[in-house]
């Protein structure tokens, strides 16, 4: 049994009805005219349309049903067709042979019952194979003048962000929506809601351009995670002596890190790497033709002299392939 405040407070509710009509006026501003992007002439096509979108975009499924409907003009023709048939007709839509037996199934069912007309109740055609809650409040609201409000990935993303609905299940949502909406408007505020997901209310936000930014709990979220102190702050100072000049964050004032071109693959400035040497200064290494290939600079290695100084080596020709320096090769056995 859950313990703490949380369980004292119960669940979160969504926002007043008042303050969802409020939002959605400014969404609907945002998105003029908004409706369903499928093509279809009656509720025939709309609900096949609506069956072959799932798990596909509505431009697609509009280059595939023109052809479709054609050949299939309504549920008889459809009702004759096999899955063998149909699979190659809606392959690019995805997912083409369990939709195949859904459109075989649902043409069917409606000849056998409905005299191959598409019933205009929430229950005769959520009995229909493949037809969900989701695809009847599709063709329920713009196909049949009957209201109904479809719950999809978008609405329920956009929904929970504005904090207008508390739910992941799409059937609580609707009910939430539907609660504080007026009946003539649950298709529009369906339909701005998927709209505003696809173009502004992403997976990845694009808060700047949204409306309704200042009413949306999901932005108030992140401007406060924004301003929150870090767990382990770093000065200015610091993160310059490691990574270069530092600015300061104008609302966090957190250092920001800039790297230049000569930082690249380094994580260092554009000093070079300071030596282990007495002065403790950096030390400047110069590399050039003769060190090409060794990952040595050019003064010569010091040896281990006793008088301490370094030994200039010579390499010529007569050492090429001894190993050794400038003297002779050993003598070979005979």
């Not at 049903?65 to 003009?73: D, E, G, H, K, W």
């Not at 999809?152 to 904090?163: F, I, Q, T, Y």
């Not at 351009?209 to 301003?227: N, P």
Request: proline share 9%; charged share 25%; glycine share 8%.
């Amino acid at each position: 049994m859950p313990k703490g405040r949380a369980a004292r407070r119960g669940p979160v509710k969504p926002k007043s009805a008042a303050d969802t009509r409020r939002i959605m006026a400014k969404l609907s501003a945002q998105h003029p005219n908004a409706d369903t992007e499928l093509h279809f002439e009656n509720a025939y096509q709309l609900l096949v349309a609506t069956i072959l979108s799932a798990q596909c975009t509505d431009e697609r499924v509009n280059q595939v049903t023109p052809a479709l409907f054609q050949r299939y003009p309504d549920a008889h023709a459809l009702a004759r067709a096999t899955t063998a048939e149909l699979e190659p007709q809606i392959q690019s839509t995805g997912f083409f042979r369990a939709k195949s037996r859904s459109l075989a199934g649902m043409s069917r069912a409606l000849v056998e019952k409905h005299g191959g007309q598409i019933p205009p109740t929430m229950d005769a055609l959520t009995k229909l194979p493949g037809v969900g809650r989701k695809t009847a409040n599709v063709v329920l609201g713009h196909a049949l003048g009957v209201p109904g409000l479809p719950v999809d990935r978008h609405v329920l993303r956009v929904a929970n962000r504005l904090g207008i609905a508390r739910s992941e299940d799409p059937e609580i949502v609707e009910q939430q929506l539907c609660a504080a909406m007026p009946a003539a408007e649950w298709t529009r505020t369906s339909d701005t809601l998927i709209l505003h997901g696809r173009r502004i209310c992403k997976p990845r936000p694009l808060c700047d351009r949204c409306a309704v930014r200042d009413d949306c709990d999901y932005f108030r979220s992140l401007k406060t995670a924004l301003l929150a102190p870090s767990k382990r702050p770093q000065s200015a100072a610091r993160v310059a002596g490691r990574s270069g000049p530092a600015t300061m964050h104008p609302v966090t004032g957190k250092a920001i890190v800039r790297r230049g071109p000569e930082a690249r693959g380094t994580g260092r400035p554009d000093v070079a790497p300071s030596s282990r040497a007495e002065s403790g200064k950096p030390a400047e290494v110069r590399r050039g033709r003769d060190a090409r290939g060794t990952g040595r600079p050019d003064a010569a290695p010091s040896r281990r002299a006793e008088s301490g100084k370094p030994v200039e080596v010579r390499r010529g020709p007569e050492a090429r392939g001894t190993g050794r320096g400038g003297g002779a090769p050993r003598p070979t056995k005979r």
